[in-house]
DNA sequence: TTGAAAGCGCTACCAA
DNA sequence: TTGGTAGCGCTTTCAA
């Protein structure tokens, strides 16, 4: 890491005191009142053009910014919707997602704030949150609890939604259930005739609210069937990679899904590297449809998940926020279908 | 994309007000003064534990939740930081250091707050994240300039630190020269002997800030050597990829610096499809270390990055909060080394 | 040990 | 067309 030097400062400055409407009135000679019609271009009242100039170029000169507080302490509600920041690194697929949305959201002229809430967890979450007193809240991940949808609530959100694996008490779910991942994948290597199925389960803190799920949907698409279904804990390193595939002969797996692209592509190198041929003895199954999985010889067969669309996100949003109290919806969100290439 | 329906809701439900603290104060029998006392644990006072508990339990009961706009409305600062999220898509190597600046800073009792100005560019954002009252402002890239800076310290910001390739008057800088990574990989190269050097530019908008100085790195590093340097505009996509690979022979190149790994990787890949050698014919080096290109063969050289420690830069914001005015300081804090693998 | 009240910056109502 | 002013929820003197 680079080093920053620590140093002590100078001695303080003058702190000009930060301008107001007032100032602005006071500069351009008339009432609070007058500016903030002005600067709000209100048209309910008919102010001359003079005014209005004079008004402009004293704010102008003031370098005045509204107080965005005061503004929504008087109005008794805000338009920020708050979105805490997802807790476990996400890929470039939930990238374009938020970017789409939040572009979506801004369009209706919502303020998408992204609540970096560290440390805090479940419903101390929630009050942090509420305190904001966001007008909506869009929870991805799971660890809200139907006392934080109360405590929201309560504190003045008109929505909350919540984007995870799992519905929540009182709040809107987008369900991303990624049982369907894993299901799509067993699915496939059955079809394959694969019998002898690995499930990597990634070692890594917080994933386990993706890997539990497609575990669980690779299981349920070979039950009933005489294929196995065996764990394999993998931590994302090359290393604990090769120490798993020296073993794999003991293993005797014929297929394995690789949690997601990352993970498989990290297997398969560790797989030929050892000397165990992709697809022939062992057929390797990705997820997320990363580019990456393209430049691995063979290609991974990944499955391809789709998000829902930004825009239709935050319409859901903004209708939620105009039609408070209605009923929570449950909509399925989450697509997946396999992408067949020459791993598998 | 997954279609969310669209659907009309119901009727409106009962609206309960927000309790607020003279709720609290009226259910406990007491002054909403004492209220507060209670609630924030004022050492000033002494109060008895008898109204403390009467208080506690209104709060609790009424599901209060202090409203953070009135309080620092009222205080006339908050410790809000704010951070625009950055408009390019970023990697691992920066959500990592963004999680760890956030944990950090949250252990300094500031709330992390990060805002998303898509739309909105320059000093017009500026002026946006003012109207917050942010007591520190951490912006990432460019797109901030003097103008912007000095509305946001009238507004009231104590820290305004940009996170960038360049400085920018008034502001405290964390100066990430992407210079640096270009130059390593042109010293990197010539060392081994290589002459015609190509630099991957990358046709994704927003990536030129970071792409252009990268080659200027390799130029510097070049100069006063017969060796030479060629752009090599290139989308991520494999077609792409596959084109340039395939009027490589007339390009006469012997290396190229493949902007990061990810694009080094994709060209790699193509190349090796055209049957050129690599490392033999052509060197190819990327940058930011990432684990894929260990997964590739030959393995990926690559340009190592240091970012700075979360920690410190934390720090850095808290010294510069609590002693505002003092000169503006500039950090080189982007460390670059290479990583000699195979592929070059 | 507790209460009354001022005031942070802003907008919207009502009066002039 | 403009100004006076109440009040959003909170903290913090000052007085009781």
Redesign the pocket.
Known sequence: MVQIPKQPGRAAPVRR??P???DV?RLA?????????V??N?S?????E???RRVREAAEELG????AA??S????HSRMVLMPAPAVPVGPLYHQFFAELQSALGRLDYTVVQYGSVGLRGDEAARAWAELRPVAVLVPGSGLGPEGVAVLKRSGARAVLTLGPERVDGAHALLMDHDRVGHCAGVHLLAGGRRRVGVVMPEENGLEIFSRPRLEGVRRALRGTSATVTELPLAYEEEAAARLAARWGSLGLDAVFGYNDEYAMLLMRALQDEGVAVPEQTAVVGADDLMLGRLLRPRLSTVHLDLPSGRDLAELVDRVVREPGAEPETHEVLGARVVHRASS
């Open positions: 005191p930060v107001t409407s007032a009135a000679g008339v009432s609070r009142a007058t500016v903030s019609y600067l709000n209100a309910a009242v008919r102010i001359s003079p005014t209005r005045y910014v509204p107080h005061a503004r302490l008087r109005a008794g």
